[in-house]
């Protein structure tokens, strides 16, 4: 297919700039893909969609404060970075915002008994680049970093953990799995009294989630890959649902590529801890997802690309139109879709 068919306008209003109060206030745009219909709800009536016996799978990844401020060594030029992916105790990919490093540069973040010194030894495919700190940079980056957020907001974030689930635990992704960004406490403990099922997986989010695919054709894309895990318990939770004919509902596209990694080389799914490259896209077959809570994507992005593999161009497209045309809010701090 051409990325150009994943492609449409948003009034640049819709893009949500702020979150809004109280998290399950958010609209629901309801997608039935058996009979094509739409129904517009808020967040918190999600449970009237919801079964006894569902399992609602959830990824508790937590955002890092992964923005940091350097000062080249020795000169002091000003120097932004955001890591990316760590690649071992005290290696990251990072992206660069400032004049020019080369393999070679020393990067300084943070002063006194809190600095850490960390030494450019490579410029990545992406255009990034690969550091090396002297010491694990982790422990400093409550301290020393900022939470980043995604490029199309602008408004600066009044409370950090706005931008994390209320169940985030596991800490590595550098932009929050928003799907889950409209659950209170209060409504999870609703959902579960009612008989669903809540359990967890991990995939820690890059920024590249963000960008758009820029090949003609999307079968010439080749996705970020991303650290994931599915536990030996989960996994049990999920085959047994499956055998007991219970739905197994997504908590946000990137749950869906763990779940259907998972399951990628087998009819069950399989405890799993590892890099995910996994491209849903039209003409995926899927495994282990029946039902999906998502946002609105960017056009052209992969995960609108993973939403019409599930759902069908034709429908979510129209589901699309109806949302911009109803005025819902789009992106990370926006509305949500359930589709069944």
């Known amino acids: ?33 058996a009979s094509g219909q739409l129904a517009h709800r808020l967040f918190r009536d999600i449970g009237e969609y919801l079964r006894a016996g569902d399992l609602l799978v959830a990824n508790e990844s937590r955002v890092i404060p992964a923005r940091l401020q350097a000062r080249k060594v020795p ?20 992206l660069v915002k400032g004049r020019k490093l080369v393999p070679g540069h020393r990067l300084a973040i943070g002063d006194g008994e809190r600095q850490v010194v960390g030494q450019v ?8 680049r690969l550091i090396a700190f002297e010491r694990p940079i982790e422990p ?13 907001i602008h408004t600066p ?28 406490p209060e409504l999870l403990f609703s959902i579960q009294r009612s008989g669903v099922h809540l359990t967890f997986v991990t995939l820690d989010i890059g920024m590249d989630t963000f960008r758009p695919v820029k090949e003609e054709r999307i079968e010439d894309h080749v996705i970020h890959t991303e650290r994931c895990q599915l536990s030996r318990e989960v996994a049990h939770q999920i085959n047994q649902a499956r055998r007991e004919g219970r739905r197994v509902v997504a908590v946000g ?31 995926f077959r ?18 609108l690309m993973l939403v019409c593999a599930l759902a069908g161009r034709e429908l979510m497209f129209r589901a699309y139109e ?9 992106y990370s701090f926006g509305d949500a879709m359930l589709i069944l």
């Open 140 to 152: 400093l980056l409550d301290e020393l970093g900022i939470i980043p957020l995604p490029p199309y």
């Open 253 to 283: 596209t990137t749950t869906v590529r763990v779940l259907e990694t998972a399951a990628l080389k087998s009819q069950v799914v399989r405890p799993f801890a590892g890099p995910t490259d996994l491209f849903i896209h039209p003409g």
């Open 157 to 184: 974030l009044a409370n950090a953990e706005r931008y994390q689930t209320v169940y985030a635990r596991c800490e590595g992704s550098v932009a929050a799995p928003t799907a889950g960004l409209h659950f209170t």
């Open 75 to 94: 000169t002091g030029g000003k120097v932004e970075l955001l890591l990316v992916a760590k690649q071992d105790e005290r290696a990251w990919e990072a």
């Open 322 to 330: 109806e949302a911009i045309r109803e005025r819902y809010r789009f």
């Open 286 to 303: 899927f495994r282990v997802v029946d039902a999906l809570i998502t946002n609105f994507h960017l056009p052209r992005s992969t995960l």
């Open 1 to 33: 297919m051409n990325t150009t068919d994943f492609d449409y306008e948003l009034p640049a209003e819709l893009i949500a700039q702020t979150p809004i109060e109280p998290r399950d206030a958010s609209r629901l745009l309801v997608v039935d893909r």
């Open 121 to 128: 030894l490579g410029v990545t495919e992406a255009g990034g």
